[in-house]
C-alpha cells in the first residue's frame, strides 16, 4: 500500500461527494490518555489511516465517546487530526502478517492492551506472498497474542473489499478461513465481519477506504465492542479461573517466579514478561493467586511489617495467601491490609517484591493480561 496523489486526490473527492468534511490534520502527541480503557488498533495502511490519516478511528473514537466509554488507544504510531481524541495506533504501511508477528511480543509488553483491534493480510494478497498459507500465518499471530496476553479480548475481523476482481477473488478465500481459525481460539477472540457490504464506493483508490468507507469501519468495530461489554471496560480483577500474566506498567515486567522455582519459599520479583509458566497467575473464587496449579502467591508466615517477603507456598487457604485486587491496580493482602510492592520503585529485572504500605505509587499497580 503506496502512498499516491492520485489516491489522495480520489479519496478527498468521494468524501466531498458523500457530503462529508475531512479535518484538517493537526500535530498529534503520542501515549495521549483519558485513563479509559487500553485498546490497540492493529494492522497495515488501512489501521494506520492511509488516504484519511486517522482512518477509522476517527469514528471509532467519536461514538466511543459519543457512548460514555472511556478511551486509551495505544501503539507506537502517532497520527489522525483534532476530532480524534487519541492518536495512538499500531498500524503500519505496507505490512504483512508476518512483519505484525515478528513485532507484537514487544508492542504487548509495551502498550498492554486490554482490547485487540486486528486487521490484516491484505498485503500478504496484494503482494502475492504465499497467499495459500495466509491463513495458517494469521492463526500463528493469534495464538501468540493470546500467548502473551492471555486477558485480551481480541477482535480479528476479515479483510475490507478491494476493487481488483482477482485480488478480491484472493480476498474472500483468504477471508472464509478467518471464521474457523476464531473459533479455535477461544471465548476472547471474536471475529468482525469487515467485508460484507462494502463496494468500490467506499474506496478512495481501489484499495485504501474513502471518508466514508472509514467511518462504515468504524461502525462495524463499534457494533463488535458493544457486543463483548468486557472489551469496553478496564480489567480489574483477572477472571476467576483464567491464567493470567500480572504486569507491573511502571516497568513493564511481570510478578515472576525467580528461577522458575517450586520450592516452598522461592522467592517473587518482577521479570520481563513472557510465556512461561511461572508467570501464569490463577485467581479463584477463594481469592488465591496460583501458579503451576498447586503453589500459591504467599506473604512469608502472614507477616504484616513493610519489606515482609513474597513468595511461593504450597496452597493452604490461609488468609497469607489471599488476596483482593483493588481498582487503582493494587493488590492487598487479606491478612495484612497491605499491598504488593516492587521494592524501592525498582524497574530492573530480579527486582524483589515484598509487603508494603499502600501508597498509591506505580510500584504497587499491577495489570492483568
Not at 2 to 31: D, E, K, S
Not at 88 to 96: A, I, L, P, R
Not at 157 to 175: C, G, L, P, T
Request: aromatic residues 6%.
Amino acid at each position: 500500500m503506496r502512498r499516491n496523489l492520485r489516491g489522495l486526490a480520489a479519496g478527498l473527492g468521494l468524501a466531498l461527494a458523500a457530503g462529508l468534511t475531512l479535518a484538517v490534520a493537526a500535530p498529534a502527541q503520542a501515549a495521549e490518555s483519558n485513563g479509559g480503557v487500553r485498546v490497540m488498533p492493529l494492522g497495515d495502511s488501512i489501521t494506520d489511516g492511509f488516504n484519511v490519516p486517522g482512518g477509522y478511528r476517527i469514528g471509532l473514537w467519536q461514538r466511543l465517546a459519543q457512548g460514555g466509554v472511556l478511551t486509551d488507544f495505544v501503539g507506537s504510531g502517532v497520527n489522525g487530526p483534532a476530532n480524534l481524541g487519541d492518536h495512538d495506533h499500531e498500524g503500519h504501511s505496507g505490512w504483512k502478517i508476518r512483519d505484525l508477528d515478528a513485532n507484537i511480543v514487544t508492542w504487548i509488553q509495551q502498550a498492554n492492551p486490554r482490547t485487540i483491534l486486528l486487521h490484516i493480510g491484505t498485503n500478504d494478497i496484494g503482494q502475492n506472498d504465499d497467499i495459500a498459507n495466509a491463513p495458517a500465518r494469521l492463526s500463528a499471530l493469534i495464538d501468540k497474542i493470546r500467548a502473551y496476553a492471555p486477558a485480551v479480548e481480541l477482535f480479528v475481523a476479515q479483510v475490507i473489499f478491494r476493487n481488483d476482481a482477482a485480488a478480491e477473488a484472493k480476498s474472500q478465500a483468504f477471508n472464509a478461513a478467518i471464521p474457523g481459525i476464531v473459533a479455535q481460539k477461544g471465548p476472547l477472540t471474536h471475529l468482525v465481519d469487515m467485508h460484507t457490504g462494502f463496494s468500490n464506493a467506499d474506496l478512495a483508490d481501489g484499495l485504501h477506504p474513502n471518508a466514508a468507507g472509514y467511518d462504515k469501519m468504524a461502525a462495524r468495530w463499534w457494533s463488535a465492542l458493544q457486543s463483548v461489554p468486557g472489551s469496553l471496560s478496564s480489567l480489574g480483577a483477572p477472571p476467576v479461573g483464567t491464567a493470567v500474566a500480572l504486569s507491573n506498567p511502571q516497568s513493564k515486567r511481570c510478578l515472576d517466579v525467580s528461577g522458575a522455582g517450586t520450592a516452598d519459599g522461592t522467592q517473587l520479583h518482577i521479570w520481563d514478561c513472557h510465556t512461561g509458566a511461572n508467570q501464569r497467575w490463577t485467581w479463584t473464587a477463594a481469592g488465591e493467586l496460583r501458579v503451576y496449579g498447586g503453589k500459591c502467591l504467599d506473604v512469608n508466615a502472614n507477616g504484616t511489617a513493610n519489606g515482609t517477603k513474597v513468595q511461593l507456598w504450597t496452597c493452604n487457604n490461609t488468609n497469607a495467601q489471599k488476596f483482593t485486587f483493588q481498582t487503582d491496580g493494587t493488590i492487598v493482602g487479606v491478612g495484612s491490609g497491605k499491598c504488593i510492592d516492587v521494592n524501592g520503585s525498582g524497574t530492573a529485572n530480579g527486582t524483589l517484591v515484598q509487603l508494603w504500605d499502600c501508597n498509591g505509587t506505580a510500584a504497587q499497580r499491577w495489570s492483568a493480561r
